[in-house]
């Protein structure tokens, strides 16, 4: 498979923190082998503060999904049983801010577009959370 290819994995998460970190190293490794090493830091980033949402504001299952689409965009996303809309990103005010209550505002400031929608998955309701991030190739 070659960075020209499309191809999307999905990651079934339990209502679990621990779940984050298996989550942000899932996706290192599916970056690092499909040639897109150049991505990992900001994708786990984000896919850490997507995936951290989902697990810490709802009681029910999650999923994060990463999809690439060739020319060069990453989209990275996380799907909850909350039907809710995700709270608005706020702005940085305060440094004591930074470490906690991040989440959206680190993904706005970090993807090149970000968004969220309702969806059902397998029966259940909740919003589809996500990003992406555009990514320049170099050609050999």
């Known amino acids: 498979m070659s ?17 984050v970190t298996i989550s942000r190293r899932t996706l290192r490794l599916i970056l690092t082998v ?16 997507l995936a951290s949402n989902a697990v810490r504001h709802t009681k029910g299952p999650a999923a ?8 060069g965009t990453l989209r990275i996303g996380a799907w909850d049983a909350d039907p809710e809309p ?11 801010e930074w470490e906690s209550g991040r989440g959206l505002a680190l993904v706005r400031a970090c993807a090149d577009v970000w968004g969220w929608q309702p969806l059902t998955r397998e029966g259940d309701r909740g919003k589809y959370v996500w ?5 320049l190739l170099q050609t050999a």
């Open 34 to 49: 499909h040639g897109l090493i150049g991505l990992v830091d900001v994708a786990e980033l984000l896919a850490a503060e």
């Open 131 to 135: 990003c992406e991030l555009a990514a």
């Open 3 to 19: 960075e020209n290819e499309p191809w999307e994995y999905s990651l079934h998460i339990p209502n679990d923190l621990r779940a």
């Open 86 to 96: 995700p709270e608005p990103p706020m702005p940085f005010e305060r440094e004591e």
């Open 64 to 71: 994060l999904r990463v999809r690439w689409s060739p020319p």
